[in-house]
């Protein structure tokens, strides 16, 4: 986190932000394929539907991030 001139909490919401934007996006992640088995579906078909819920958090999620580094490196 130094090397990049930001606080330890921040580095780990950034990467827990980039984890959880990757396994929704995945067909192969766990969370993606046990819903498709319990929905009967695809787990591509599975994986297109959680589009629209990632690309809400790739709106949402900067501003939280955004807020954190406003409010411990303050």
Excluded at 3 to 21: C, D, E, N, R
Excluded at 37 to 49: E, G
């Amino acid at each position: 986190p130094d090397l990049f001139g930001v606080s330890p909490v921040y580095m780990a919401v950034l990467m827990l932000i980039a984890w959880t934007l990757a396994t929704q996006l995945s067909p192969f992640s766990g969370s993606v394929l046990v819903t498709a088995s319990l929905t009967q579906t695809s787990p591509w078909i599975m994986m297109r539907k959680n589009i629209p819920f990632v690309t809400t958090l790739l709106f949402i999620l900067p501003l939280v991030l955004l807020l954190l580094f406003s409010i411990f490196n303050a």
